[in-house]
Nanobody
Framework: VQLVESGGGLVQPGGSLRLSCVAS????????RSWYRQAPGKERELVAQ???????NYADSVKGRFTISRDIAKNTVYLEMNSLKPEDTAVYYC???????????WGQGTQVTVSS
């Protein structure tokens, strides 16, 4: 499975962006789709997850500001980011985890910069 992210860019504090992650094929096995981010000099951290049955999980730092969603027909997961802060600046990565096979796929990342 190949994952391609898009939607990153430069935005002012308080602004919004929507990231997209398209998978190269449908994934029929139970899976979790996630967004991670990595800021310069920091470890990669989990931002948001959407589980197979639609339940979601968010990092405390983004709760109430970010929303993860998916379009199964389009093999796409989205991350809607509102009220962006400079500390949200990072490379954002899309991830698919398939527990039944142990498979774990990553996209190439998309840069998000929040600055005035």
């Amino acid at each position: 499975v190949q994952l391609v992210e898009s939607g990153g860019g430069l935005v002012q504090p308080g602004g919004s962006l929507r990231l997209s992650c398209v998978a190269s094929r449908s994934i029929f096995s139970t899976n979790t789709r996630s967004w991670y981010r990595q800021a310069p000099g920091k470890e990669r951290e989990l931002v948001a997850q959407i589980f197979n049955y639609g339940m979601t999980n968010y990092a405390d730092s983004v709760k109430g500001r970010f929303t993860i969603s998916r379009d199964i027909a389009k093999n796409t997961v989205y991350l809607e980011m509102n009220s962006l802060k400079p500390e949200d600046t990072a490379v954002y990565y899309c991830n698919v985890n398939i527990p039944s096979t142990g498979a774990n796929y990553w996209g190439q990342g998309t840069q998000v910069t929040v600055s005035s």
